[in-house]
């Protein structure tokens, strides 16, 4: 087994941060549409959320922000003439349309890929596969963006492999790691890859929810795994409770997260659970792991208490003692009943004894939690000095961010705002910097 660690590379959040409510099935994003947001006040709270992991220890970076407003989106249907042409005719005809093309859901870097680690693939390399997102148009241009930032990060292709985009077509709708984990005794050991999904699209019979969209396929998982060459004693797939989709629930991640051999989970997560449970254990058997599940009922905690806490859109981190810390936002503790489950777990004797809890308000009310906003990249010691250095969170790296957010954010932007030329030459002009600061020269295409 070799050394390595869990990097958690959180999205930096970008100068035009704002509440459109697009994501029809994202209760929380569907809740405050149109209200006005901070957009430094969300930067800093998600610097300060890596910088304080990162001086406990854990392994963190940034996953730079996207170019917004998305005025190659905006030509394509039709708008012409200046930027400033383009942004008025859009706010006239289009208001939708333009409020998908300055989204802020880049932010949410858990679907921006799935990520397999070298000790689990075929040709021993680290694979990435950058989400389609294609069931939202104001996703599904992000791929282009996600795929050049991984291969600036990622460059060496000795070490690792960043595969283009499933099809953008609905049979292979794929929303990242927000619908995959990955469980091993250790994270540079051999381990098993937990991919759930929403819907079969070539099953017409099997279940799917009736209310909200399935973002995620069968058929998109398996092509992953086949991409990435993973061993099919060691993946597992699982379809998600389709109930709980039509509750609000459109990631996995929002009812179930997984670390080392831990599952913490709603017992609504699964369509099957006990069958989900018994497909891991085996495939745990196989790395010499067991699973231990913890698993929360609708007696301690009803699920429209976790959607609303976003109790499993937590993090689990492991501890040098073999323990884990659980990342969760304030709304945890404001949630009685979610507050007095976390109290009786930390003091369980359990796995998790361990709350480490964050403000992240600004982004929770655009629907996504702490781990929303991180991708997981397992990387062995080599693999770590041969990525991009300048993304990794240092002091010196916070020093030089929080001031640059400072310059260049706003601390309110209104639906009315995006109709505002200078707010997207203000959001060029902090690009242009943040490419100097992180040493990433031509990251974005802004011509």
Not at 88 to 111: F, G, Q, Y
Not at 253 to 275: K, Q, R, S, T
């Amino acid at each position: 087994m070799r050394n390595a660690r869990e990097f958690n590379f959180d999205g930096l959040v970008g100068p035009s941060h704002n509440y459109a409510g697009l994501s029809f099935g994202n209760v929380a994003s569907f809740n405050n549409v149109k209200s006005a947001s901070n957009p430094r006040q969300a930067a800093l709270q998600g610097l300060a959320k890596m910088r304080a992991l990162a001086a406990r220890g854990f392994a963190q970076a940034v996953l730079p922000p996207q170019a917004r407003p998305n005025f190659r989106l905006l030509r394509r249907l039709g708008f012409s003439g200046s930027d400033a042409d383009v942004l008025a005719h859009a706010w006239r005809e289009a208001p939708v349309i333009l409020a998908c093309a300055w989204s802020a859901s880049p932010m949410w870097t858990a679907n921006a890929a799935t990520v397999s680690p070298s000790s689990d693939t075929a040709d021993g390399r680290v694979h990435f596969t950058a989400a389609n997102l294609n069931n939202k148009l104001h996703r599904a241009e992000e791929h282009i963006q996600s795929t050049r930032t991984l291969r600036a990060l990622f460059a060496n292709p000795e070490r690792f492999v960043v595969h283009d985009p499933l099809p953008s077509t609905p049979a292979f709708g794929d929303e990242g790691a927000a619908n995959h984990t990955r469980f091993a005794s250790a994270h540079g050991a051999a381990g098993v890859e937990f991919f759930v999904y929403g819907k079969v699209e070539f099953d017409p019979s099997a279940p799917a929810p009736k209310k909200y969209p399935a973002r995620q396929t069968l058929e998109a998982s398996q092509a992953i795994a086949r991409l990435h060459g993973l061993d099919a004693a060691r993946t597992v797939f699982a379809s998600q409770n389709p109930d709980v989709i039509d509750q609000g629930v459109f990631h996995n991640d929002v009812i179930a997260v997984g670390n080392g051999n831990v599952l913490f989970y709603h017992e609504l997560a699964f369509a099957d659970e006990a069958a989900t449970l018994d497909a891991l254990r085996r495939a745990l058997s196989n790395v010499d792991a067991d699973l231990q599940a913890v698993r929360v009922t609708g007696a301690q905690v009803p699920l429209a208490d976790a959607v609303a806490s976003y109790l499993f859109n937590s993090q689990l981190l492991s501890k040098p003692d073999g323990k884990m810390a659980l990342v969760v936002p304030h709304e945890c503790r404001e949630n009685a009943n979610v507050a007095n489950y976390l109290a009786g777990l930390v003091a369980s004797g359990g796995p998790i004894d361990e709350l480490i809890e964050f403000d992240l308000r600004q982004s929770m009310r655009n629907g996504g939690g702490p781990a929303c906003l991180r991708l997981r990249v397992s990387l062995t010691d080599d693999e770590a000095a041969a990525m991009h250095q300048g993304v990794i969170m240092t002091e010196d790296l916070y020093a030089a961010l929080v001031p640059w957010v400072e310059r260049h954010y706003r601390d309110r932007i209104e639906p009315k705002d995006l109709a505002d030329p200078q707010l997207a030459r203000e959001c060029a002009q902090a690009l242009e910097e943040l490419e100097r600061i992180l040493g990433l020269p031509g990251l974005y295409d802004l011509d």
